[in-house]
């Protein structure tokens, strides 16, 4: 997998390559954080279930993946989550909050 630069954008879009590795976290999630994570993510992206290493295991887990029909939406500028920490993490935490105290509300109202 890889994560590139969307277009415009200070955040990545994961693809499928085999030409890249990259590391993250996985977090436990209960249902309802996955529902929250889910109505964040939208239609934008494919909620795919993966196998991924850690500790030298395979472990499942899900992760949401730019669709073919988005790939023109990524740059060819790999992400760089140092650059990400540095310049942009406070605007997009701004975002997340925004997004949790104005959106959510509403959306989970109707969904859950």
């Known amino acids: 997998y890889a994560a590139f630069l969307l277009n415009s954008k200070n955040y990545p879009g994961l693809i499928q390559n085999t030409s890249y590795e990259i ?3 996985l977090i436990h999630l209960n249902q309802e954080q996955e529902k929250i994570i889910d109505l964040f993510e939208a239609d934008f992206y494919e909620k795919k279930n993966l196998l991924v290493d850690l500790n030298n295991q395979k472990v499942e887990c899900n992760a949401y993946l730019i669709p073919e029909k ?31 105290n104005n959106e959510i509300p509403s959306l989970v109202a109707n969904t859950l």
């Open 23 to 25: 590391e993250g976290y």
């Open 70 to 100: 988005h790939f023109k939406l990524l740059s060819n500028k790999p992400w760089d989550p140092q650059e990400f920490r540095e310049k942009h993490l406070a605007s997009y935490i701004d975002m997340c909050r925004d997004f949790r």
